[in-house]
């Protein structure tokens, strides 16, 4: 059995910090250019200033700050995903796994629709067509991810009908609704939780991968993946602009899906199927 | 068997319908081709001109009903900016993504199943979780990003490989990994974790005590079983492959129709685009039904039907 | 009298053609020349299928235009025309075809052909932008003799050599008649012929279009390479990569990547006067926005004098670009007193925020106000978003409440049409190509019933929006080069004062090279794409890059 | 039956070391199982009976549990000392196991033939039609009707009953001096239950192999067995043949055991008695004897240190501190 992955748990928390407390911690303002101090490498590097500690990008900017900042973007992209994406995906799979039949097949059908058409083209699309912005990306992402969730918590409920609580709720003459809300959701929580952990490096790395594509969140707003996405033309003369940002998502995802393994482990071995 | 398939591609057809009237609308939410066709000191005139010459004058429901009586046909219509059948387009660009995903998969499982495997028989200790680090890492990194990296590493300081484009074997390396990456990762997480279930099964114990030498037990007894969640992810991946090349193809300039539906995309070439998805969809759909038959044929205990 | 004073500008240029194609005569070609493009667009060779650039870029490798570029000054110059003369009535055209020209297969290249390929490119089932208005101006294309093609309008068409160019349009390009005719459309979509100086060797869709040079000498010059490769590379750092590795000589790149490619220890060649990054205002007259600040020209000059365009340049720009002069002029544009402007415009167009400040206060805005800025980036010219952020920033720093909304340039031109309400009281971040005639342009941004339509439309046109009307017919009516000037001018001069269109900076074209594979050579004035170039960019040793 | 032990358990120690602790779920087990006989190992579930038998088989799950101390001795040899490579050897060959589930104990992916013809290559290389053969022959053996069909057919295709007909095909196929049926019948239905049963006392009478029978059913004991040890709480309790434990059953545990089963003897309306309490946790045994807690003749001393092991009749011993006293 795993210990607690206390390494994991601190990077997490600091993202959370850096996400919630970022206007107190950011040295400056996350989209002010110093036009004059551009593409300056972080402090330990020669030429760099303890001014910018990481150094600044293609416009001045600190990326101490952005990446400050930028935690909070990507988090509350991946939270709102989360929510809604999960959210649904986690009503679908209920509802379909339980009541069966032709609901099922119908909902189903419609998940295997959602796998083959490509997500990533539908967030363009959407991209174009509303704009960049927040509410396109967390949608564009959502769709990306509810046919997973609604697929799993589908066969999470297909295995809780057999149960002998649920049999009794049906003698008792509970109305299946009742069921679903009071036996089955609270028996497929931790499969959910244990899912949204799992996803949210799915989701930053979506995020960055539709930067790069030019349906991210627009700029000046500093989003990890964004800064990513721009750094990427200048990896020859100054790394730092999109390596750190880089190494933030890959630690992040690193630390989540750890914790996510671990949660797993204690939570629910039968999730290991998926 | 048969009336299984026969259920199944009923089922796809009423799905490809869904996706081609999503797109098709969808599609003509983004814009207009015209606007992005015409230099951006055209005069009204020219813009009549051009939606005439385009064809693209009309209701958007005649426009609508045209296309699927044609798709029905089986004619997806023209590509707008390249003046040839769409299909036509999709299919001479097809093959270059094709040849791009059978390696992508090899690699994948040739790294990630046995890696997944080695990780499960030391679970907890420190190979798995360097293992588990290593799948994580693949996980976690942009596509493009590692793709700019490898490209800068490999082709621009150490000068080993080209940058991009098709081209001899060395052309494929850096594409083939940039777009195996995150797929090893997925086999190896996946084959790790259906190992440890068979590892502590029953069956497994029994092939044991038959006195089977250790090797046969697991990549025998055990493997076979671990692979068959394995294998139902893979139509999903497969797909995402064809789909998903999008960004390894825009990073090495791949001409493959990742990048064609990109194009279609921001060049509003609806004819295109809708042709695009409809068939990568009939692509999936086939790659799926191979994947369920091939599952039945991997666990007996499916039945088709 | 001027007429003859035009034709030997013409012949002057055209000598200038021959001196600098003259030594590539010497030696036979060899070797490939790689270029990386960041879209091959349509990737059709049927000139009446392709829009400007893919015309551009790789078109006019294989395709002559009958009207064609002053290589050293930019603009007009001769093409498959030597000379074109207007006659006296303004109702006709004439040109003279350069002699002696051949198409790929042999077949001489006469005026029947450019009379065959006009009409083809008015069809109706071409593409062509211009078709629509092409049908309306001509009337009738005869043939006089084999050298010799009159094109008759239904008015006087001053502009019509301009709209048959390449700097400025795809129009111009002449298609063999007889082979076309012969072997029909679909094969000649498939083995296109054309005169230029490369042969269509092949295409492969989404990657690569393959050229080799003609066996024979031409007007344009001889090709130093055996074959030219154009390739489709989309993303800009493996672009640059390939230069770097030597996989390409020459990949065309954006301001973003010039710096990190300079540093890569390759050359960076650039283009000036490749187009205008500009910020304009639509809906102005529109009383819904009466009151707000910025239908005051003073305000809207206030916000040209927040822009530190030295900064943008530098920094922005990597230094690539020079400061703008007015909206849609440049140094090479035709009939206008560009001296005058140059002066004019390093005042107009310097950084004071101070005097913008006070302005705003004397206006009545002391503590500035809310600016919505549409931000608008064509595809490839990335950096457009850039300088839209940078000046966001600037204006923001004299206090102005900037909120910033990107667009895709496919769904911004829908915005531009009917009430344009989305654009309406918006700041907007704009580009205008450069080509050498200032009337065309300004047409279709102020006149009442263009796309733009920035000082009125048909239902509503202020006193502003009438003056140009006015000066807008007198300018292309007028044929004397001195009063067209004069006209031309005021016309500059009025939209200037209105700050309605306001130039940010004289954008240029990029191009990294690597010069192990290519030797020195210049890009055409105002011309961002190298098509009609490749013929003249010599090997390495032929003309090394002086370090 | 000779009185030759063909297989010596002495003091094994199997501890599980879990995130809650370490579970001492074998704590110093020792017995015989002599040549050709029947030995029921006896004990309320969770008392280590299917872990004494992995033990002896050396197939613990790995990582969490482990043999600590003790010998297993087969045909007088320590194995637990041999190397993993020679201890598949003896496995199938000398000593073989049948399984407690059929359900899960077959490989789901292989056909029955395939799974006996392993076992079946090991002991004697052939031609794969001899060796299916054979294998048609080992389901003949165990009362499988048809069995050339049977053999291509898969797990999931047979009842629960013949999947476990084939599992003891297998485990015997090797032809091993020793099996371990770890409660082979408990998953099946009861009629199946009795012909298994039958079915494997035939097969030892003609194999003449031992059985160590692991079961908590003292009727199966009753019905199956030579001699009887009763485990509990990771230990045994109390051993002796069959005919004389229910005679003369000595440790309370026991006693109260066979109170709680229905007399063999068929005397209708057998009184049941229940044993009152829980068996204590493994994982921190009481002091002394670890039946004290539920033992009625529970006195001063019990709880003092493990009692002794006592004979109280022939071949018959008893973990009691009141035998000890008397």
Not at chain 3, 154 to 165: D, F, I, R, T, V
Not at chain 4, 125 to 134: D, I, L, N
Request: net charge positive; hydrophobic share 45%.
């Amino acid at each position: 059995m795993r210990s607690m992955p206390w390494l994991s748990i601190l990077v997490i928390a600091t993202m959370l910090c850096m996400a919630i407390l970022a206007p107190l911690l950011a040295p400056y303002s996350p989209i002010d250019q110093t036009l004059r101090d551009k593409l300056l490498p972080p402090f330990w590097l020669e030429g760099g200033s303890s001014k910018y500690i990481l150094g600044t990008d293609a416009f001045g900017r600190d990326i101490l700050s952005r990446l400050i900042y930028g935690a909070r973007v990507s988090l509350i992209v991946a939270g709102l995903a989360l929510t809604v994406g999960g959210g649904v995906g986690l009503l679908i799979g209920i509802v379909a796994g339980y009541l069966g039949g032709i609901v099922e097949t119908m909902l189903m059908r419609l998940v295997d629709a959602a796998f083959t058409f490509p997500a990533i083209l539908f967030a363009l699309l959407l991209a174009v067509t509303m704009g960049q912005g927040l509410g396109t990306l967390v949608i564009a992402i959502s769709l990306l991810l509810w046919a997973s969730f609604a697929r799993i918590i589908r066969g999470e409920v297909l295995a809780l009908k057999q149960r002998e609580f649920v049999a009794l709720a049906k003698v008792r003459g509970c109305s299946e609704l009742r069921i679903m809300l009071t036996h089955i959701l609270p028996n497929v929580l931790n499969t959910f939780m244990v899912l949204v952990t799992l996803n949210i490096g799915v989701v930053i790395i979506a995020e960055a991968a539709l930067s790069f594509l030019g349906a991210g969140i627009p700029p000046p707003t500093p989003t990890w993946g964004l800064m990513v996405s721009e750094g990427r033309g200048r990896i020859a003369e100054a790394w730092w602009v999109s390596l750190i940002p880089g190494l933030a998502i890959t630690s992040l995802v690193l630390s989540v899906n750890l914790f996510g393994d671990w949660l797993r482990d204690r939570l629910d071995p039968r999730l290991r199927q998926q | 068997m048969g009336g299984f398939i026969a259920r199944r591609l009923l089922q796809g057809l009423v799905l490809l319908v869904l996706v081609a009237t999503v797109v098709f609308f969808l599609g003509r939410l983004t814009g207009n081709p015209v606007d992005l066709m015409l230099p951006e000191d055209a005069t009204a005139e020219d813009r009549a001109h051009l939606i005439k010459a385009l064809g693209l004058d009309g209701s958007l429901i005649t426009q609508y009903r045209a296309f699927i009586g044609n798709a029905l046909k089986g004619d997806l219509g023209t590509s707008l900016r390249m003046r040839q059948p769409a299909v036509d387009v999709f299919l001479s660009r097809l093959p270059n993504t094709l040849v791009l995903i059978p390696w992508a998969l090899l690699l994948a499982m040739l790294v990630g199943i046995p890696l997944g495997v080695v990780a499960a028989l030391n679970r907890g200790r420190i190979l798995d979780r360097t293992a588990g680090t290593i799948a994580v890492l693949g996980i976690a990194t942009p596509s493009f990003w590692l793709g700019i990296v490898l490209i800068f590493v490999f082709s621009v300081e150490l000068g080993w490989l080209p940058s991009g484009r098709m081209g001899g074997p060395e052309h494929f390396v850096l594409p083939v990994i940039t777009l195996g990456t995150f797929l090893t990762a997925g086999f190896m997480r996946l084959t790790r974790s259906s190992m440890l279930d068979v590892l502590e099964s029953e069956y497994v114990k029994l092939a044991r005590i038959k006195g089977l030498s250790e090797s046969v037990v697991i990549w025998k007894h055990c493997l076979r079983n671990a692979l068959i969640p394995v294998l139902t992810l893979w139509g999903v991946f497969v797909g995402n492959l064809i789909t998903g090349a999008i960004v390894t193809e825009t990073v090495f300039a791949w001409p493959g129709v990742g990048r064609l539906t990109y194009e279609a995309v921001i060049y509003r070439d609806f004819p295109l685009l809708q042709a695009v998805i409809i068939l990568k969809a009939i692509l999936i759909l086939t790659i799926n039904l191979v994947v369920d038959i091939l599952y039945a044929y991997v666990d007996p205990r499916i039945r088709l039907s | 009298m001027q007429v003859f004073r035009r034709v030997g500008v013409v012949a002057l240029a055209l000598f200038s053609v021959l001196s600098l194609s003259a030594p590539s005569w010497a030696q036979e070609p060899k070797g490939t020349l790689i270029f990386a493009v960041e879209s091959l667009a349509a990737q059709t060779l049927d000139p009446i299928l392709e829009t400007r650039p893919g015309n551009a870029v790789y078109q006019a490798p294989m395709y002559d235009s009958l009207v064609g570029f002053d290589l050293d000054k930019g603009g007009l110059g001769p093409g498959v025309a030597e000379r074109w003369v207007m006659s006296e009535d303004g109702l006709s055209w004439t040109f003279h075809l350069r002699p002696g020209q051949t198409f790929h297969n042999g077949d001489p290249l006469t005026a029947h052909d450019v009379k065959f390929s006009l009409e083809r490119q008015m069809s109706p089932k071409s593409l062509a932008a211009a078709a629509g208005s092409m049908r309306r101006s001509i009337k009738s294309i005869d043939v006089v003799d084999d050298l010799t093609v009159r094109v008759n309008t239904n008015e006087p068409q001053l502009g019509l050599p301009a709209a048959l160019s390449r700097a400025v349009a795809p129009e111009g390009s002449i298609m063999p008649k007889k082979y076309l005719e012969t072997v029909g459309e679909e094969e000649f979509r498939k083995k296109p012929i054309g005169s230029g100086p490369w042969k269509f060797v092949r295409s492969v869709p989404g990657d690569r279009i393959e050229f080799e040079a003609v066996s024979s000498a031409h007007w344009r010059g001889r090709p130093r390479f055996k074959s030219l490769h154009i390739l489709q590379i989309p993303e800009e750092s493996t672009r640059v990569a390939m230069v770097r590795t030597g996989e390409a000589a020459i990949a065309s790149i954006s301001p973003e990547t010039v710096l990190g490619a300079g540093r890569g220890g390759i050359e960076v060649m650039t283009v000036p006067g490749t187009m205008q990054a500009v910020f304009q205002f639509y809906g102005t007259f529109r009383p819904s926005v009466q009151n707000d600040p910025i239908s005051k020209p003073r305000v809207r000059q206030a916000l040209s004098l927040a822009i530190d365009r030295q900064q943008v340049i530098e920094h922005v720009m990597a230094g690539k670009a020079q400061m703008p002069r007015p909206f849609a002029t440049f140094a090479f544009t035709e009939s206008l007193s560009v001296d005058r402007w140059k002066r004019w415009s390093e005042e107009a167009y310097r950084y004071d925020p101070a005097l913008a400040k006070k302005i705003l206060a004397e206006e009545g805005y002391p503590n500035g106000f809310e600016l919505k800025f549409a931000n608008v980036a064509l595809p490839g010219t990335q950096f457009m978003i850039s300088i839209g952020t940078a000046i966001a920033d600037m204006w923001t720093k004299i206090g102005v409440k900037v909120t910033i909304k990107h667009y895709e340039w496919g769904v911004f031109p829908p915005m531009q049409r009917g009430e344009q309400p989305n654009l309406t009281g918006w700041a907007s971040m704009f580009r205008t190509a450069g080509r050498p005639d200032a009337p065309w342009r300004y047409n279709t941004a102020f006149s009442p019933d263009s796309t733009e339509r920035m000082l009125g439309d048909t239902d509503n046109c202020p006193e502003t929006c009438k003056k140009f009307v006015d000066l807008y017919k007198a300018v292309i009516n007028e044929r004397d080069p001195g009063k067209r000037t004069a006209l031309n001018d005021s016309m500059v001069e009025l939209i200037a004062e209105q700050w309605i269109a306001v130039p940010i900076i004289e954008g240029m074209g990029y191009y990294a090279i690597n010069s192990k594979k290519v030797g020195e050579f210049a890009a055409i004035p105002g011309r961002h794409e190298l098509g009609d170039v490749f013929e003249r960019i010599p090997h390495p040793d032929q003309k090394p890059w002086k370090k | 039956m000779s009185n030759e032990n063909v297989l010596e358990v002495r003091d094994l120690v199997t501890h599980l070391f879990l995130r809650r602790g370490v579970v001492k779920a074998v704590d110093g087990v020792s017995f015989d199982l002599k040549r050709g006989e029947v030995l029921g190992l006896v004990g309320e579930s969770g008392c280590g009976k299917s872990l004494t038998a992995l033990s002896i088989m050396r197939l613990l799950p790995k990582g969490s549990a482990r043999t600590l101390r003790g010998e297993v001795r087969l045909g007088g040899e320590n194995i637990l000392t041999r190397s993993p490579r020679e201890m598949r050897e003896i496995r199938g060959r000398r000593i073989s196991m049948i399984l407690q589930d059929p359900q899960t104990s077959l490989n789901p992916v292989f056909s029955v033939g395939e799974q006996l013809r392993e076992a079946i290559f090991r002991r004697r290389r052939g031609s794969k039609a001899e060796v299916m053969q054979e294998a048609a022959g080992a389901l003949r053996r165990v009362e499988i009707a048809a069995p050339d069909q049977r053999i291509g057919q898969f797990p999931h295709q047979m009842s629960g009953g013949m999947k476990q007909r084939v599992v003891g095909a297998i485990a015997i196929s090797g032809q091993p001096e020793v099996l371990i049926a770890d409660e082979p019948t408990t998953a099946l239905d009861v009629t199946i239950q009795l012909q298994y049963l039958k079915l494997l006392k035939r097969l030892q009478a003609e194999t003449g192999m031992a059985i160590l029978f692991i079961t908590h059913d003292f009727g199966v004991v009753a019905r199956m067995c030579n001699r009887v040890a009763v485990m509990y709480a990771g230990r045994i309790v109390e051993c002796g043949p069959v005919a004389r434990i229910f005679e003369h059953p000595s440790h309370p545990y026991t006693q109260a055991l066979i109170a709680s089963v229905p007399r063999m003897s068929g005397t209708v309306g057998g009184r049941l008695t229940t044993i009152d309490g829980q068996p204590p946790s493994l994982l921190n045994l009481p002091a002394g004897c670890r039946f004290a807690a539920r033992c009625g003749h529970v006195q001063a001393g019990c709880r003092d240190g493990y009692p002794p092991t006592v004979m109280v009749g022939a071949e018959h011993t008893a973990d009691c501190w009141r035998l000890g006293r008397q």
